[in-house]
């Protein structure tokens, strides 16, 4: 069975396991709305995909700050 990153915590979360928080974008449209429900100064954009080795490949982004958010998740 593949599952998403997304998909796992969240039945991790049902089992009551610790898992960081996060939200799900499926359109660059929904940034600004739904990044306001998080807390903090920088942030991980994270390409949900079946496959590994997708931080080596680009999938994986570090950011320092709000204003790169969007350019990032493009």
């Given at each position: ?39 903090g ?34």
């Amino acid at each position: 069975m593949n599952i998403h990153e997304h998909q796992a915590k969240e039945i991790l979360r049902e089992f009551g396991a610790p898992v960081s928080n996060g939200i799900v974008i499926t359109s660059i449209d929904q940034i600004k709305d739904k990044i306001s429900k998080l807390r903090g100064n920088s942030f991980v954009v994270k390409a949900q995909i079946h496959a590994g080795g997708r931080g080596k490949a680009g999938g994986v982004k570090l950011i320092k700050d709000i204003s790169t958010l969007e350019k990032e998740a493009r």
